[in-house]
């Protein structure tokens, strides 16, 4: 947990961005029925039935304080598809940083071994060398900023019937796009001194001798 609050102590630097990751999973629901279209004085109108057309993942890189959000929509949450995200965090969205500082859960596929499986290892290993890689702790997904995007996702963008993955990608891009114009960022206050306090009994007693 300090490891991950000193991290975002650190003042931006576009050379050395600090950057979030997060995914989650949306369920793709066609219509059996055609939906009544909105009218004066009648909402729209969706039959309460449905079917089930997969599910789709969702990959997040934030950085918060530049207000900048990358999503990738994927049909799976392989570790190839994270390695394949990851390089697009390198080379398409940060090729001019020296290393990015990347925050995450320690789920088993977020890992540099997950780059081994899709590039060949030279590739894995520039990859990797461009990655300053901070877990957060196990049961402290609240650390990650990420989290807190999705949600924000969740609410604006995902709370719909999506039909398939080339309209969840067309969403999810219109939704992109206006937050990184706005820049909305993520002003974090909660610091290593306010865990020591608030997160007393999470710290080990130490016994004087």
Not at 69 to 81: G, L, M, P, S
Request: glycine letters at 4%; proline letters at 6%.
């Amino acid at each position: 947990m300090e490891d991950v609050l000193e991290v975002y102590q650190r003042p931006h630097d576009p050379q050395r961005p600090t950057v979030c990751m997060d995914e989650t999973s949306k369920q793709l629901v066609g219509e059996v029925a055609q939906a009544l279209p909105l009218q004066a004085g009648h909402p729209a109108c969706y039959d309460y039935e449905y079917v089930r057309n997969g599910v789709n993942n969702l990959f997040m890189f934030f950085e918060p304080l530049a207000g900048q959000r990358y999503v990738k929509v994927t049909e799976q949450r392989t570790k190839v598809d994270w390695a394949y995200a990851v390089r697009d965090l390198v080379d398409l969205h940060y090729p001019d940083a020296e290393r990015i500082t990347l925050v995450m859960d320690n789920l088993n596929t977020h890992s540099p071994g997950s780059l081994y499986e899709a590039f060949e290892p030279a590739e894995a290993q520039r990859i990797a060398d461009r990655l300053e890689i901070h877990h957060t702790p196990k049961h402290g997904s609240w650390l990650n900023m990420a989290e807190i995007e999705l949600g924000v996702l969740s609410r604006q963008c995902l709370d719909r019937r999506i039909p398939d993955s080339v309209a969840l990608q067309g969403y999810v891009a219109a939704w992109q796009t206006k937050r990184n114009q706005c820049q909305v960022k993520v002003d974090w206050q909660f610091t290593t001194a306010d865990a020591r306090i608030k997160l007393k009994q999470l710290y080990p007693s130490i016994q004087g001798g």
